[in-house]
């Protein structure tokens, strides 16, 4: 089959974290509310009513294109994106068009174990349109209705260079894009519940020294669908080549259920929308001192993060990948650091246990009532084999449901701990004279009564001696007994 140069380039919206809409005083917590609730004049276009900028929004878009090393225009300018939507009351979105926040970024992240770049277009800001509702909520059969919460709520969108070429990079850029918008707190970045929403636009091509017909495909839901959007999309365009077609310039959607894309509509081209700047707002000059300003309030990045972890820590980049890729779990390790400076130890612990018990609890590290001191706490104990680690274990789920210190959890369990190796020892011992036999058996070379005897001495511990220790312990007494 003849090779194909594969071409991507996303462009993802971001739900920014306001807590009023865009141009209005209406909330931006449309989960779970009644519809059409989170309303007013503005939002709903009525005639007569006019939009004030909310400065938060725009600082937000600013931070984000900061993230993205996007040069910052001296002036924005909101256009009006003319069409009609039965979600879209005003028949226009007020959206950016030749001065946007941001152009000329990237971003660079890794991907197959190498790391990649990736330039960024422009980072705009924009207002979200409203929702229809086919189903539920009460609505007669074969009706529709919209929900107009959504209207105005600020969205900024990051918008690729066709830089990216098959779906892993696709997704680990998305993967990138989400931690960095959560890093900053532009977004909480969930895709589904559609505060990200990523349009993907692909094309093939038979030469890489040209690119093909891109086709955009929208309504993936999760970063899964995309990841499969683009793999069913590119077999297909590869297909209608090789079969001597063409591929057409159009929208897709993705069908999650079917596992395929479908024609939409053909693709729209910007003098379709009409754009013009919007007569009832002004452009809004940035001025460099407050670029500056959002600069500074920039965190460590998780890219940037990830390399210092690498070299301070002596972590592997897949270690610190996952160790960065949220900010509260750097902070949380970091803080395990500043008190126990045993990054490998502390590492480990990180990317197992804890890890588990989030997932198991699907919560995040701050929801869980642990915290790094009882953490480090408990890493000690095992350290100094105080505690075995099976019993760490049953304490560390523990501590992130009902948080606590280790010694008032191993009171609460009734879990006495084995305070030194003298104890240990003792026990060793006596399990050794209560079981002549097994000594005996041992001595003539059955293994498996070694195995008998670990099993007494964690009866006689209650199972809170750590096995490895125990054998040792018993090795060095059936030796020394000779
Ligand atoms: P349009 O004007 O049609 O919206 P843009 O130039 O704004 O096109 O690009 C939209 C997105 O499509 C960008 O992310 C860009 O990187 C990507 N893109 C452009 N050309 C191609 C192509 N031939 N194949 C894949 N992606 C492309
Ligand atoms: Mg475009
Ligand atoms: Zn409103």
């Given at each position: 089959m003849a090779d194909f140069y594969v071409t991507i380039g996303l462009e993802v919206h971001c739900q920014l974290l306001?807590?009023?809409k865009m141009f209005c005083q209406c909330g931006t917590d449309y989960i779970g509310k009644a519809p059409n609730t989170l309303v007013c004049p503005v939002c709903m276009g009525i005639p007569g009513s006019l939009p004030v900028l909310n400065e938060k929004a725009l600082e937000l878009a600013i931070k984000t294109a900061l993230a993205f090393r996007c040069e910052i225009l001296p002036q924005v300018v909101f256009h009006r994106k003319n069409y009609f939507y039965p979600d879209l009351p005003k028949g226009y979105q007020i959206s950016q068009y030749n001065f946007p926040v941001g152009v000329n970024g990237f971003v660079e992240f890794f991907t197959q174990g190498t790391k990649k770049r990736v330039r960024i277009k422009r980072v705009h800001v924009e207002e979200d349109a409203g929702k229809l509702i086919h189903?539920?909520?009460?609505?007669?059969?074969n009706s529709s209705g919209v929900d107009f919460n959504r209207c105005g709520i600020p969205l900024v969108e990051i918008v690729t260079e066709p830089d990216i070429h098959s779906p892993e990079e696709a997704r680990d850029y998305l993967v990138m894009l989400r931690s960095m918008v959560r890093y900053i707190g532009a977004s909480d970045g969930n895709m589904e519940e559609g505060s990200l929403r990523c349009d993907a636009n692909v094309s093939v091509s038979p030469s890489p020294l040209e690119l093909g017909t891109k086709v955009e495909v929208k309504n993936m839901n999760s970063f899964r669908s995309v990841f499969r959007a683009l793999h069913y999309e590119i077999e297909r365009q590869k297909r209608v080549l090789l079969e001597g077609g063409m591929v057409i310039q159009e929208t897709r959607h993705w069908d999650e259920r079917e596992g395929m894309t479908v024609s939409a509509r053909g693709k729209e081209e910007?003098?379709?929308?009409?754009?013009?700047?919007?007569?009832d707002l002004l452009p809004v000059a940035i001025k460099p001192e407050d670029v500056e300003e959002i600069e500074k309030t920039?965190?460590?990045l998780p890219l940037e993060r990830r390399e210092r972890f690498m070299t301070e820590y002596e972590l592997t980049e897949s270690e610190a990948g996952i160790l960065t890729q949220e900010k509260d779990i750097a902070d949380f390790f970091e803080a395990c650091l500043r008190e126990f400076r045993k990054p490998r130890l502390v590492c480990n612990w990180m990317l197992t246990e804890v890890l588990k018990n989030l997932n198991e609890l699907n919560i995040d590290i701050m929801q869980s009532k642990i915290t790094p001191g009882s953490l480090v706490e408990l890493i000690k104990m095992v350290d100094k084999k105080e505690i075995s680690g099976t019993i760490a274990k049953d304490i560390l789920e523990e501590m992130f449901v009902s948080g606590g210190k280790v010694k008032e959890i191993m009171a609460r369990k009734g879990i006495s701990f084995i305070t030194s190796e003298k104890e240990l020892e003792r026990i060793a011992r006596e399990a050794i004279e209560k079981n002549p036999q097994s000594v005996a058996d041992y001595l003539s070379g059955k293994e498996k009564a070694l195995h008998f005897l670990i099993g007494q001495v964690m009866k006689m511990t209650r199972g809170q001696a750590d096995p490895e220790t125990v054998k040792s312990l018993l090795l060095k007494e059936l030796s020394s007994g000779e």
């Open positions: 306001t807590r009023t189903e539920g909520l009460g609505l007669p059969p910007a003098e379709d929308y009409r754009y013009f700047p919007d007569p920039l965190p460590e």
